[in-house]
DNA sequence: TAGATTGTTAATCGATTAACAATC
DNA sequence: TAGATTGTTAATCGATTAACAATC
């Protein structure tokens, strides 16, 4: 079973082949992806068996077919649909982060539990969030971002499952417990920061 | 050598023992934290022999102790001055975002090309990207938080490398190659959000 | 064909976990 | 003291890398 780290680097490949697509490449070895994805060429070959993605022994893959059958495992062949709670400073960001609608990734609305928030004109909307579980539902939308403070987190979390979302990306700085049957990514911008801040360190003392 | 996934451990550590220190807790066993932070008991001790922490063999952990040699390793001791490049969607965000002020981490300024972004009287304030070097250099700040788009990520941190930054933290949709002396830390949302969906479709396909 | 690259198996490496003697 | 928890060593586990036969 692939782990998240080989679902990062499948990624990165992705990423490589839609430059290459745009230099119009026909071929590629898999020494080439490894360098643009900053790994080894055998990585990227048993990256590829996993999934059953074979090449031409000699030839190396086609563009083309290697970045369908990546989106096809990354869910880009369809547009994704996420809510997004807690229009904050972050959640705001989110809501009209650019770098998202060019790959997929659309934001149906956001929803907040000030009513100063709120915004229905906007695009994405901004709604009350006891619509929440209705708009999820009538929308069948199984993803969603939570950019709530951390005292919130949990809760908003519980309102999601029994909206039936399925994935979560959560940005608040506490680290959501997954029940069974839901997946949540967490995003700890301090924990983030501290790690550079230690390694920064810790190589300048020479280690 | 610790490895990046020791430091995120370390900081979790942390989070759980300032939650513990607000509820007068004195003394803390490796199964408590191992719980907190969803790792085994055996890894939350062995990290701390890494570091050359000790507890007391039945007695546990002080938490004071604990938290104080944990908040050294993390540079937890002293206020840790970013400056940030990009005031757009995310860059903003984050020059606001509270959080970071509360946990020891400070935005001394932030950066852009575009005139329109510019503030001196706001805090932090927003600076021409000329002026960067010699604000860094000035104030002798080391750490850096890139949010510029792609295709102007790599320029910037070239900016960034001659002005003497160490370690940057990284939002630009590109993972930013780091020469020797430097640290880059890739967030890539996209990528991130790719990640949950592939893993939501996973279990929902009952892998 | 000869040469080069894949696909896969085996070897290596590193991180996590289990176990238990030391000891408070 | 007896019991419980640490600190550390050894065992396990999983992921990465090396190697090479298959083959285009």
New binding site residues.
Partial sequence: ?A?R??IIRLSRYKNALNRLKTLNFIR????NLADAAG?????V??D??LFG?????????KVDDLADQLNKILGKEQLQEFVLIGVGNIGRALLHYPGFERSGIHIAAGFDIDPVKYDVESEPPVLPLEQLAEFVKRRDITLAIVAVPDYAAQQVLGLLLSAGIKGVMNFAPICLKAPDGCIVNNINLETELENLIYFVNATENGN
């Fill in positions: 079973m782990n780290s080989c590629v070895f898999s020494d790994v080894t060429a055998a990585q070959r048993k590829f068996s993605i074979t090449g031409n022994r000699r030839g190396g893959y």
